[in-house]
């Protein structure tokens, strides 16, 4: 009896431990999400506008203008850029971001994959743990962005994947990432890198009567880079942001089981408890009474 009312202490300690590390992770989890929804806040509106504006220019170029970063071409070789974070304990945060680029690559690349033509740029160390893992053709250049995510670093990785397209290495390039809604709710994507996808205009409707200034040719040449940049760092900042808010969902989670488990671990401790105390004042009468006989 002795060594249950150990055993189950020894649980309690254990577990109050645990709730002790999954408390404070969420605090910490919360302070540096406020900072990246300020962050992602301040700049979705402005990298959206951009991106609109980027495809309204493309979809209503017409005649010998070559824009080689709109080119469509045959996909025969695919990039996915695909998001994830450094770290774990996020809940399925990463497991469901590496599931959409398997189901992505599946769904929509499976002839080019089936020719090795599906290569992966990782940002974040678990996307590329899970994927090499996985046996699909992973690249670790950009996966430490997140120890120094600035623009200039995240820049770097779009600069590279526009020389790649433009090239003509690859055909088709997309983002894998979640788009940030609150901590509780993170939107799994696939979004469009490259080529440049054009706006559907209704059936009937005139192109916009766009006034370049300086020459169409130039604007575009130094907006498109801009822009593309502009994309990604918003699509980083959006996993960034939805990194914090599952760890601290996760982790509030963790704090609640841990409260349960110890309201039960604690209830067994009583009833072992009195069990014992029960036996030992048993033996007590039992002893009196053999010895008074």
Not at 51 to 74: F, P, W, Y
Not at 123 to 140: P, R, V
Not at 152 to 159: G, N
Not at 175 to 203: C, D, G, H, R, W
């Amino acid at each position: 009896m002795a060594g249950q009312l150990k055993e189950v202490r020894n649980r309690i300690k254990s577990v109050q431990s645990t709730q002790q590390i999954t408390k404070a992770m969420k605090m910490v989890s919360a302070a540096k999400l406020r900072r990246a929804q300020d962050s992602i806040t301040q700049m979705r509106p402005y990298a959206k506008k951009l991106q609109e504006m980027l495809s309204n220019i493309v979809s209503s170029i017409e005649g010998g203008i070559t824009l080689k970063l709109a080119e469509v071409r045959a996909v025969e070789h695919v990039l996915l850029i695909v998001v994830t974070s450094d770290r774990g304990l996020c809940g399925g945060y990463n497991a469901n971001l590496v599931k959409l680029a398997k189901s992505t690559i599946e769904e929509k690349y499976s002839q080019q994959a089936a020719k090795g033509n599906v290569h992966i740029w990782n940002i974040g160390k678990k996307g590329f743990e899970a994927l090499t893992k996985s046996g699909y053709k992973t690249n670790d250049t950009f996966k430490d962005v997140f120890l120094n995510l600035k623009f200039e670093t995240v820049q770097t990785a779009a600069q590279a994947a526009m020389k790649a397209f433009e090239n003509k290495e690859y055909d088709a390039i997309e983002i894998i990432y979640s788009e940030f809604k609150n901590a509780a709710t993170q939107v799994f994507v696939a979004e469009q890198f490259l080529p440049i996808p054009k706006v559907a205009k209704p059936a009937g409707n005139k192109n916009s009567d766009f006034i370049f200034e300086p020459e169409v040719e130039v604007l575009i040449a130094e907006l498109m880079p801009k822009i593309l940049n502009t994309q990604l760092y918003k699509a980083v900042l959006d996993g960034n942001a939805s990194e914090h808010g599952a760890r601290m969902t996760a982790m509030d989670k963790a704090s609640e089981n841990a409260n349960e488990l110890l309201k039960s671990l604690k209830i067994s401790y009583n009833r072992a408890r009195q069990a014992a105390i029960t036996t030992e004042l048993t033996e007590i009468v039992s002893g009196a009474a053999a010895l008074q006989g």
